[in-house]
């Protein structure tokens, strides 16, 4: 069996555009309006049309935390909220991701309002690849131009999702208050 683990040297940029939206209730959550997909030389544009159609503002992620990708079934999928670690829930680290923690960046959508978030990738990613027999660490490309489908996963929160101190706390103490804060995860795929 062959471990894959991501790098995380992420050469991921995030932008907002902000368009205007009728205005609903005041508790209603947000909702994934649109997400497309473009390739253009060595990168990867992914765009995620986040409605608002409340009468709050509203928090979401605007970078993955983790980028995974199958190459048997295509499919790359973005992981745009906090989720625990296997040392999170055991207490023992597997993997020096579960030592570290880095807060995502996170937009606003204003009330009544929709904002595009914009996630540029390389076209191909490189992950190491650790196999179970010889032991060699060798890397391997993952092809992520030629997906078929994209699955978002997207946190948001009517609180900012951010820690203001985090000084003295684990990793995995921080990923569990962000956790805290975070009120759904919004879902959508786009088939290519």
């Known amino acids: 069996m062959r471990r894959l683990l991501p790098l995380t040297s992420k050469v991921v940029t995030a932008a907002v555009l902000v368009l205007a939206l009728s205005s609903c209730g005041e508790s209603t959550p947000p909702r994934i309006g649109s997400v497309t997909m473009a390739v253009s030389g060595d990168r990867v544009a992914i765009a995620i ?4 159609p409340g009468a709050l503002p509203l928090h979401v992620y605007a970078e993955p935390e983790r980028i995974l990708y199958d190459q048997d079934t295509r499919t790359l999928r973005l ?54 027999s010889t032991g060699k660490v060798t890397f391997e ?27 003295g706390k684990s990793a995995s103490d921080l990923r569990r208050e962000l956790l805290t804060l975070e009120r759904g995860v919004l879902t959508a795929t786009l088939t290519r």
Do not use: C, Y
């Open 49 to 52: 049309r986040v409605d608002n």
């Open 79 to 132: 992981v745009m909220h906090q989720t625990l670690r296997d040392a999170d829930l055991t207490g023992v680290a597997t993997s020096s991701a579960d030592l570290h923690f880095s807060q995502l960046r996170s937009i606003t959508v204003p009330a009544g309002l929709a904002a595009v978030v914009h996630v540029d990738l390389a076209a191909t990613l490189n992950h190491l690849v650790f196999p179970g």
């Open 141 to 167: 490309g993952w092809p992520i131009h030629q997906a078929r489908q994209v699955d978002i996963e997207l946190g948001w929160s009517d609180t900012p999702l951010a820690i203001s101190d985090g000084h």
